[in-house]
């Protein structure tokens, strides 16, 4: 007799806090808005919140009651849709669903060819783009470079210039003021088609950042009106350091992080109920023994406790992976880079960047984003779980084949082993002498080798001439 049943792959998940201790975090968070409030330092801002209830203080001082927050948090949307340069959407940021992409701004870069750190140029910058455009783990796109040699008033739009040329994938940007962000949109548009079309289908999201502790700068405010404005995505974030700028307690770092992101929040539920916005949060400790961020353990756990609140709210959600400490591609970086995808995937966090990042957040690293596209893969395998059902269970290929019996050219396994099983394009599975006859290489020896493959042939679909020499007249526009 057969068993009925339909199927029930479940997916790893993994919960830093409860329920319960969630709202508790979420309580402190309000209470901190409403008896400590928070430096809000663009008139406009100010001008809305407290037209909504908001109380002032001394100077730029604003006190949030929890009703306001409680309104926007109603609004806020639960789905964030971000697509490709063609229009396509790519990314769909709601509950568990997990991408990865790297991480914007590193002053240095390890030179993959003589693995020396060295200043980043433009140059850097293009071949991350393309980099990234041709690893199939790699979701989307920071610029992972802060070119040294881009006219330094307007590096943000070079850097920008530079990507779109070079990857079809979402776009996150940074933008060092409201003139840099109006200049990326302008680029935009003109890849879009017009500013209606690049609204409907919009391929880059803002990564927007307040300073911690509850300071809200004028430049990130500008942003993030402007972005609210239009209905773009953003990230509004920042990087709250237990025992720096948080309290040295992780619930406290969470409070903080979460009272500014609510600030933020309140903030483009004003300006645009509905407004697409991502909590965000890149917390970890001030490291006491050299004086320092880490992007360790405490980060990631700190990550996936702001996924749970995120999942909570129903807020898609900003966090880390793919990053180290270390200073070159050794056996740290390498643990450091897996348990950080792992961790990252299984709290469901859904735009999850900083991939290729070493020597905290100091140095970009191509070989790192090549190491972290394996491990992104194999934690995707762990996070697709187990389907079960009449099909899987197997129960009358186990019959037909019987004891002591081998399943290799049953039918069965001609069907789902491909499904089920996890082929890896760089861990080694070989026997000894095989990986002997192949050059007896290392993980990182084949990581450089696909790089530079992908460096010497991989070549992304150009802009079109026309939308091409458009951006050069913008950048020679702003450059003059």
Known sequence: MGINMGSSAMRPQMCILGEGTIEEIVLAALEVLARTGAEVHDERASGLLLGAGARAGDGDRIYLPAGLVRRALATVPPVVRVCNRAGQTALRLEGYRS????????????????GAQRTATLADVETAARVAHALPNIDFHMSLALASDAPAA????????TMVRNTA????????????LQDILEMCYLIAGGKDAFLAHPFVVLYGEYISPLVHPPTALAKLLVASELGLPQVYTGSPLAGGTAPATFAGVLTVALADFFVGLTISQLV?????????????????THANISYG??????CAALADIGHHLQIPTWSVAGASDAKV???????????????????????????GYLDMAMTGSLEMMVMADEVIAMARRALNGIEVNAETL????????????????DEHTLKHFRQEFWFPTLISRESRPAWERAGSRTFAERARARLQRIVCEHKPKPLSA??????????????S
């Open 99 to 114: 991408y990865f992409g790297a991480g914007s701004d590193t002053p240095f870069v390890l030179d993959w060819e003589t």
């Open 466 to 479: 026309g939308v091409d020499r458009a951006i050069d007249a913008i950048l020679q526009r702003i450059t």
């Open 394 to 409: 197997a129960i009358d290929v186990i019959d037909r084949v019987g004891p002591g019996q081998q399943y290799l050219v």
């Open 154 to 161: 307007v590096y943000d739009r070079y850097a920008f210039a």
């Open 329 to 355: 591609i050794d056996e740290q970086a390498g643990i450091e880079c897996a348990s950080s995808v792992l961790f990252a995937g299984l709290s469901g966090a859904n735009l999850i960047h900083d991939v």
């Open 272 to 288: 645009r109920p509905g407004a697409p916005i991502l909590m965000g949060g890149v917390p970890s400790i001030f490291e006491m």
């Open 297 to 302: 353990i405490e980060m990631h756990l700190l």
């Open 169 to 180: 994938k979402p776009i996150v940007i940074t933008a060092a003021d409201k003139a840099a």
